[in-house]
């Protein structure tokens, strides 16, 4: 079996490779780094990643 990382390196390439947008901020890299040490799951890395970007849309707005 593949480990999470092998995983999680196969879908960004494979998502990258139909252009699809990929977050390369380091809040999200640290969402993955804790996916692939298996310390979160993955309904918490998109929970947490769409806590992220509804906080940096209100930003965007104040600013």
């Known amino acids: 079996m593949a480990t999470r990382k092998e995983i999680a390196d196969r879908v960004i390439a494979k998502w990258q490779a139909r ?3 990929i977050d390369h901020t380091a809040e999200f890299q640290a969402l993955l780094r804790l996916w ?3 310390d979160i799951s993955i ?3 998109r929970r947490r990643h769409l806590k992220m970007l509804r906080e940096r849309a209100r930003t965007a707005k104040r600013n």
Do not use: E, M, S, V
Request: hydrophobic residues 55%.
């Open 19 to 21: 252009g699809i947008a």
């Open 43 to 45: 309904d918490d890395i």
């Open 36 to 38: 692939i040490a298996g």
